[in-house]
């Protein structure tokens, strides 16, 4: 841990990124205290302060029906972590899961999972979101089942990989030769190998995630008003463009630091995983 923290500290980029993210991390936990209009996150309107520009008492402007910017920016945030984290939590463990099958088993387990992985890396991602949020009705919910049905494949793929590699290496040579269980050297001998890479694509991808949902957000597939999301949020500035023009800056540099810290995360943990290497 203390070799890891020497090699990110060495590299201005990875510490920009975790600032970044933990700007986005405290801003969205700490919301309801950060706010300066808390009651402003659901269907309020204030039709005297509408469609203000920034200023000392909304530092971000307002929307068009009144509403402190700023303040629906913050609890956006909280939506989109909790789409992250939970589209992580469910596609990487299947992911993974079925990896280690494909890759340890081989055979027809290894046809059977690689064969549907493909058909599924053969869609391109936003197409099957919106796809799968088409059929659905576009609730929060289903926008968390419509991302994690494209995420998991690109995990499959990865552990896939490194698993077929280690399965002939030394180690896990002598656990068969010792009786483990095929559970046993798949969990407990190979996947502790796979975790640095799996680890490193989970923090690039948990800024994807922000991404994509903000992207279904903006085509009206993802969450609803009066809930406030950053795509939603520039979707409608947008058509408010040039002249209110913080409408959808502020709700777009929202979504750049949040991608663009967890990326330079991901960077810096690459590099970590090149010098173990």
Not at 78 to 101: F, K
Not at 164 to 187: C, N, P
Not at 233 to 262: Q, T
């Amino acid at each position: 841990m203390r070799r890891t923290a020497r090699i990110l500290a060495a590299n201005p980029l990875s510490l920009l990124g975790v600032l970044l993210v933990s700007l986005v991390i405290v801003g969205a936990v700490f919301a309801p205290v950060l706010a300066p209009f808390p009651d402003h996150r659901g269907a309020v309107v204030d039709f005297t302060n509408f469609n203000k520009p920034p200023s000392a008492t909304h530092v971000m402007g307002t929307d068009v029906v009144g509403r402190d910017l700023f303040t629906r920016i913050l609890y956006a945030y909280r939506i989109s972590l909790l789409l992250a984290v939970v589209v992580l939590a469910i596609a990487v463990p299947i992911g993974v899961t079925l990896g280690l099958m494909a890759g340890y088993l081989g055979g027809w387990w290894e046809y059977a999972i690689m064969r549907l992985t493909d058909v599924f890396l053969s869609i391109p991602p936003l197409v099957l979101a919106i796809s799968i949020m088409g059929v659905l009705a576009p609730t929060l919910v289903n926008g968390m089942i419509a991302v994690t049905a494209m995420w998991w494949p690109w995990y499959t793929r990865l552990v896939y990989n490194i698993a077929r590699g280690e399965k002939v290496e030394g180690y896990v040579l002598a656990a068969e030769v010792i009786g483990a269980s095929r559970i046993h050297v798949m969990f407990r001998e190979i996947l502790p190998n796979c975790i640095p890479a799996v680890l490193t694509k989970m923090t690039l991808d948990a800024g994807f995630v922000i991404l994509i949902v903000s992207s279904l957000s903006f085509l009206g597939l993802g969450v609803q008003p009066p809930t406030p999301d950053l795509g939603s949020m520039v979707a409608e500035g947008a058509r408010y463009l040039p002249d209110s023009w913080w409408l959808a800056v502020f709700p777009g540099l929202a979504i750049l630091v949040a991608v663009f810290g967890f990326n330079l995360i991901g960077d810096g943990l690459r590099d970590v995983l090149g010098a173990d290497r």
